[in-house]
């Protein structure tokens, strides 16, 4: 598939540009899927925020949906590193939360929706692919454009990573019009891919789209500084 940066293979190419954690007690219940309070001010960020020098981030805007109402879904995200290998997203000094941006534009306020180590968010990184059982998945309401949810993964820097896997979501041939359809990878605020993630289907496994993700472009190097030139001398009057 065409993509900005690198196109997303897997079971099935991905086209370009086009949660049931039981609550405890008496509480939110229906369909597998956690009502959530997307509170807190815009921009908000979880206690303890990391320096910036310290981490980097990775962000997978869930844009839309295969058709379902309000609810939006997957089944597993990983971060690979340079091996292939699927990095610890549920152990530090990895981490995964859920925001939302006021739209797409680069510019756009962000609340968090939920945060790292969210036991209905760890859903999505259990190593559960093949699941169709909606406790094991993560499915939370979508809001209503312009608005976006994004996952961000955040790992330490210099952490070498290839390609983020995304399994969408599997419950069943008519819940899976939750999954995540059109969506944008983005590394901070530069956008890496856009496409379309492809309906998982309840007959077979489903099998996972993988986005490439592009080693970031080398600072450049500063010129060296203009050395001032000589004082000039004024030879004396005789």
Request: one cysteine or more; aromatic letters at 2%.
């Amino acid at each position: 598939g065409g993509a900005a940066g690198g196109g997303a293979a897997g079971g099935g190419v991905a086209r370009p540009d086009v949660q049931m954690v039981e609550e405890l007690g008496q509480g939110r219940r229906g369909g597998g899927c956690v009502s959530v309070d997307a509170g807190g001010e815009g921009g908000e960020k979880q206690e303890g925020e990391r320096e910036e020098r310290e981490v980097e981030e990775v962000s997978l805007l869930l844009i839309s949906n295969w058709g379902a109402p309000s609810l939006v879904g997957l089944t597993e995200l990983e971060l690979l590193d340079q091996g292939g290998n699927p990095l610890p997203l549920a152990a530090s000094p990895y981490g995964l939360r859920l925001e939302e941006y006021g739209s797409l534009s680069p510019d756009a306020p962000t609340k968090l929706v939920l945060p790292e180590a969210h036991p209905e968010l760890l859903r999505a990184c259990n190593g559960r692919h093949h699941a169709t059982d909606a406790r094991s998945m993560l499915c939370v309401p979508l809001p209503a454009p312009p608005a976006a949810l994004a996952c961000v993964v955040r790992f330490p820097r210099g952490q070498r990573i290839s390609a983020m896997r995304v399994w969408n979501y599997n419950k069943s041939a008519s819940d899976n019009a939750r999954g995540v359809r059109l969506v944008e990878l983005r590394r901070g605020r530069e956008r890496l891919w856009r496409g379309e993630l492809p309906r998982s289907s309840a007959d077979e496994l489903p099998a996972p789209t993988t986005i490439p993700i592009p080693a970031p472009a080398a600072a450049p190097i500063p010129a060296p500084a203009a050395m001032p030139p000589p004082p000039t001398t004024t030879p004396p009057i005789p």
